[in-house]
Nanobody, 124 residues
């Protein structure tokens, strides 16, 4: 199993940047595909981006392309989400999730392991 802890959220003005981190504990982190989801108040979880277990393949939704970048450092057991040009509509709780089976899945049920989330608030 793997335990995930997100950090790096906060309050930022529109146009600003944040880098989220997802730190993993447990064995064989490089066996896990990892995704970022987000959940805005009153809305369902929404897929943001994912990265394959060795980092060779990434996926991102249209609304983050050109603004968000997902990366990982398996030596540090950490996945990152660099978020630039933030918009008020990016305000949400951001979660990282891991799966040994699915790479690039948009479906939250495909990820067995989840962190507790980190709040990102973008002011206009």
């Amino acid at each position: 199993q793997v335990q995930l802890v997100e950090s790096g959220g906060g309050l930022v003005q529109a146009g600003g940047s944040l880098r989220l981190s997802c730190a993993a504990s447990g064995r064989s982190f490089d066996a896990y595909h990892v995704a970022w989801f987000r959940q805005a108040p009153g809305k369902e979880h929404e897929f943001v981006a994912s990265i394959s277990s060795r980092g060779g393949t990434t996926y991102g939704t249209d609304f983050v392309k050109g603004r968000f970048t997902i990366s990982r450092d398996n030596a540090k057991n950490t996945v990152y989400l660099q978020m630039n040009s933030l918009k008020p509509e990016d305000t949400a709780v951001y979660y990282c999730a891991a799966s040994t089976l699915y790479s690039g899945s948009y479906y939250r049920n495909d990820y067995a392991y989840w962190g507790q989330g980190t709040q990102v608030t973008v002011s206009s």
